[in-house]
């Protein structure tokens, strides 16, 4: 029961939606789900098909007579969700074959699935449009109609027995919407169950359906038969019912249907449709045909399979990987203008602090280095870690649907979304490296090169992991961007660059061993000068005045590296565990 409705004064502990509903759906059968807003249509097809996230289910699904167990039910069932979710920077072709390689047989080669995918393409009218970018929906890509059809192949090409659509023709026009029942009656006639939840359908598109489901508020069924032809077993059925009015001439059979069974018309006429719906012969039919496939006939076996998915986990890390590195090598928004960035910051940067990294005779001198270490490190962590979550944001809603539909477990695509960062970030850290390092005039040596290169790779990285964990913890990137922001403050206030770590408070000491910037300006300062034994102008040493000032030791360098490791495996297992245990879609 929600809070909201308990401070109303409800004061049962549970809500409930669907009340004693029962029937069945057959193959080669097209059946339509409707109801007034708020019968329970949608949730009657989340909780058949196994999406419901919340509250309690108590009755008896069946499968061909054998109790329903979702773990086999997803993967020969398919869900064709309302809003068409998919990977924004692949191909039709692409989507489809990523679908299909996931979730058929792993018996079934290469070639037979590139030619199923071919025939999908064919039913569903989307073989001229193989090679279109998906796209964002409203921004580029895919017509909405286009990408409904998209959503049925892609579950089509996963060869389902039982096909669920919410909704398949809401939002489109009236030829959009023919076109797309085109292809669901396409489908039905493989001899497929399909049911699809329908409002205010036309006539044409009402009339394409073979059974009707009908509901009314509160979550009770009213009308579970066939239509007849121009609905006339429907319409036979209701004007039997005394005080319904008459359908006049050329009015739409569902319009009328929905009217004369709306909570006012029961008011109005003293009668409740789902008690005249149990006291009729048709419920007594439905009731015999629900015992009769209630039972499994003889011959035939409880389907099962050896393991939870299709394809065994490796195959799994391939296919994630593949599709990632489609969207990425794709989406030059992203990465293209990253790498931009990163070049302007380090031309700014480098000229900024034109030569300063050659300078040693004062402690302003260090003082100014470390200032270019701390800006680099800021500048271009925190852009990586903003620029990142609109990315995973996206690719997240994507990973919902397909884990729900039993393509892959949380693991392949975790690991697949941090593997493909690893070449980007490394691409921008050597050309950060390469160009700041020698405008700066750091020292040229091969070692002390490399541990430059080294820290602000893996700063980098963590940063960018980072700005993912923050996503997969919060329900959206903007409260992920909020979470994120907050610690970038603390980190900087942290780093030992503002307030070094000999002089911050004892109480908040602990706090600068926890912040992984102070650690990469620890390797990076002392990778460059932790080992020089010039004399500046107060008569100590660098290497003297680094212990001295900012308690920095050359022979903790190998620790420090380990440390900045550590952070950037830290933020990844965190990403993974989140993603894997957090779901914030709520149905």
Wanted: net charge neutral.
């Amino acid at each position: 029961m929600p809070q909201e409705m308990k401070n109303k004064g409800f004061l049962e502990d549970r809500l409930v939606l669907l009340k004693g509903v029962s029937g069945t759906f057959r193959p080669g059968v097209l059946t339509a789900l409707m109801g007034v807003s708020g019968a329970g249509k949608t949730t009657l097809m989340d909780v058949l098909s196994g999406r419901k996230t919340g509250g309690y289910v108590e009755g008896n699904i069946t499968i061909s007579g054998y109790p329903k167990r979702q773990e086999t039910f997803a993967r020969i069932s398919g869900y064709c969700e309302q809003n068409d979710i998919h990977s924004p920077h692949l191909t039709v072709q692409e989507s489809l074959f990523f679908s299909a390689w996931l979730r058929l047989a792993p018996e079934v080669n290469v070639e037979t699935r590139k030619i199923f995918v071919e025939e999908v393409m064919e039913l569903v009218e989307l073989a001229p449009l193989r090679g279109a970018l998906v796209g964002l929906p409203g921004v580029n890509g895919l017509s909405t109609e286009q990408r409904k059809r998209l959503t049925i192949a892609v579950e089509l090409v996963a060869n389902p027995s039982i096909i669920f659509m919410d909704e398949p023709t809401s939002g489109l026009d009236a030829r959009a919407a023919a076109i797309v029942m085109r292809t669901v009656r396409n489908t039905v006639d493989t001899g497929r169950t399909v049911v699809c939840t329908i409002h205010q359908p036309s006539i044409d598109i009402f009339e394409a359906f073979d059974e009707l489901f009908l509901m009314k508020q509160g979550g009770q069924e009213i009308y579970v038969g066939p239509l007849g032809h121009h609905s006339s077993q429907l319409i036979k059925y209701f004007e039997g019912i005394e005080g319904v009015s008459k359908i006049r001439n050329g009015h739409n059979p569902a319009t009328w249907m929905l009217e004369v069974t709306s909570s006012a018309q029961e008011m109005a006429l003293g009668v409740d449709f789902n008690e005249a719906y149990k006291n009729s012969e048709l419920y007594m039919r439905n009731k015999s045909l629900i015992n009769e496939l209630s039972t499994p006939r003889p011959g035939t076996k409880d389907l099962l399979f050896p393991s939870q998915y299709s394809q065994p986990f490796l195959i799994q890390c391939i296919a994630c990987l593949c599709k990632q590195h489609w969207s990425y090598w794709r989406n030059p928004p992203y990465t293209a203008v990253r790498l931009l960035y990163t070049i302007i910051i380090s031309l700014m940067l480098g000229t900024m602090f034109w030569d300063l990294g050659s300078k040693r005779s004062t402690e302003q001198d260090l003082l100014n280095a470390m200032g270019s270490m701390y800006a680099s490190v800021l500048f271009l962590g925190v852009n990586n870690s903003a620029s990142v979550q609109p990315v995973v944001a996206i690719e997240r809603t994507v990973f919902y649907r397909e884990r729900a539909a039993g393509m892959y477990s949380a693991l392949p695509y975790a690991l697949a979304q941090v593997a493909i960062e690893i070449p980007y970030v490394f691409v921008q850290a050597a050309v950060y490296g390469t160009i700041g390092y020698a405008m700066i005039g750091f020292e040229w040596t091969a070692a002390k090169f490399f541990w430059y290169l080294f820290f602000m790779y893996f700063t980098l990285l963590y940063f960018t992991f980072y700005g993912m964990m923050t996503v997969a913890m919060t329900p959206n990137q903007h409260i992920g961007s909020i979470f994120a922001s907050a610690f970038y403050g603390i980190w900087n206030l942290f780093s030992g660059f503002i307030v070094p770590r000999t002089r911050i408070p004892v109480w908040w000491r602990w706090y600068y061993w926890a912040c992984p910037v102070a650690w990469t300006l620890y390797g990076l300062l002392v990778s460059q000068f932790g080992d020089i034994e010039d004399m500046l102008d107060t008569q100590q040493t660098v290497k003297e005045f680094l212990r001295s000032f900012y308690g920095f030791r050359y022979d903790f360098l190998g620790v420090v590296a380990v440390v900045i490791v550590g952070f950037t495996i830290l933020f990844v297992f965190t990403f993974a565990f989140f993603i894997k245990v957090l779901n914030f879609q709520r149905r």
